[in-house]
């Protein structure tokens, strides 16, 4: 079985430039999550779907960081436009849904290190 | 509000000696709890976890921990360690009720020493 999928896996630009992250949850995986994970941190959420709906974004800060789970599969998140303190690791996660997504554990992606210069 | 406490940046122990990494959490209701392993440049993996039943949680890789009410806890534990081991972890926590966050302490630094 495959795991949850992510590109690219590092991005190096310049402050205000545009981003962004891909991800593919496991097959059949109704719930996506995406991370922030600060260096000598843990992931801090920043956006869960449930299919394409997106029903918790309370710590995306929204003035610049976007997601999309069109089709309630794969997901996009972007950062625009990206500042120095935005360097980190960005985790995307998934999870069945419904009753069984409230007991199972969330699989990670490898993330993708983003460093703003 | 749930919170998560890894109270140990890093712990180092001699390859064959039993290891404890420490968590303690708090959570409004019932707790779900939850340990994952980082190995450099990769995501997080999932060891074990604690839903509901006996105490004693086994795990992946011979790793096990046990839930404590009382102290409100849930330390990892290993009874011989291996080089292989070392690596990140991370303790987390949410409530038991549905659409609630996962909430990840800062993670552990496990160093095991041949």
């Known amino acids: 079985e495959a795991g949850v999928v992510q590109s690219p896996r590092y991005k190096i630009i310049e402050k205000k430039q545009p981003v962004a992250f891909w991800c593919n949850p496991i097959s059949g995986h109704n719930t996506l999550y995406w991370y922030l994970q600060n260096l000598g941190q843990g992931p801090e959420l920043l956006i869960r779907?449930?299919?394409?709906?997106?029903?918790?974004d309370s710590q995306l800060p929204k003035d610049r960081f976007s997601a999309e789970r069109l089709k309630g599969v794969d997901s996009t998140l972007k950062i625009q436009p990206a500042e120095l303190g935005d360097s980190a690791v960005y985790l995307c996660a998934s999870s069945p849904g419904g009753l069984a997504g409230t007991y199972n554990e969330q699989f990670f992606g490898p993330g993708t290190r983003l460093t703003v210069l | 509000a749930q919170s998560v406490a890894q109270p140990e940046d890093q712990v180092n122990v001699a390859e064959g000696n039993p290891l404890t990494v420490k968590c303690t959490y708090s959570v409004s209701g019932n707790p779900y709890l939850f340990w994952y392993v980082q190995y450099p440049n990769r995501g997080l993996q999932f060891l074990l976890k604690?839903?509901?039943?006996?105490?004693l949680v086994k795990g992946s890789y011979g790793f096990e921990a046990e839930f404590n009410k009382s102290q409100t806890s849930f330390h990892l534990k290993k009874p011989s360690a291996l080089v292989s081991d070392s690596a990140l972890y991370f303790c987390a926590v949410r409530e038991s009720q549905a659409g609630t966050a996962l909430i990840f302490g800062k993670g552990t630094t496990l160093s095991v020493s041949s």
């Open positions: 604690y839903i509901t039943g006996d105490n």
């Open positions: 779907y449930e299919n394409e709906e997106a029903v918790d």
